[in-house]
Nanobody, 127 residues
Framework: RVQLVESGGGLVQAGGSLRLSCAAS????????MGWFRQAPGKEREGVAV????????YYDDSVKGRFTISRDNAKNTLYLQMNDLTPEDTAMYYC????????????????????WGQGTQVTVSS
């Protein structure tokens, strides 16, 4: 079983940046699929960015394209999300997710296709 621990959230002003990290406990094999999801109060959890081994290319929701960058360091079993030019609309709890299998393209942002989840880290962007 993979355990995920997020860090790096906090309070930032609009236009600022944050870098989230997600450490995976599985020491032998990095999960095939990893990603970041977020959930704002009163809204459903949504996919933000995902990345699949062995590619270094990420897939992004349209709302964050050009501002967020997902990356992973397999040697450290760590996933990152660099968030730039943050807006109040980015305020949410951010969750790290992983699975042993790469989902179909049409389901890459589906929460049902990720088995392992972290506890979340809060990101608050003030205007």
């Amino acid at each position: 079983r993979v355990q995920l621990v997020e860090s790096g959230g906090g309070l930032v002003q609009a236009g600022g940046s944050l870098r989230l990290s997600c450490a995976a406990s599985e020491s032998s094999v990095s999960p095939a699929a990893m990603g970041w999801f977020r959930q704002a109060p009163g809204k459903e959890r949504e996919g933000v960015a995902v990345i699949f081994n062995p590619s270094r290319d990420g897939y992004y929701d349209d709302s964050v394209k050009g501002r967020f960058t997902i990356s992973r360091d397999n040697a450290k079993n760590t996933l990152y999300l660099q968030m730039n030019d943050l807006t109040p609309e980015d305020t949410a709890m951010y969750y790290c997710a992983a699975d042993d299998w790469v989902p179909a393209a049409s389901r890459r942002f589906s929460t049902y296709d990720y088995r392992y989840w972290g506890q979340g880290t809060q990101v608050t962007v003030s205007s």
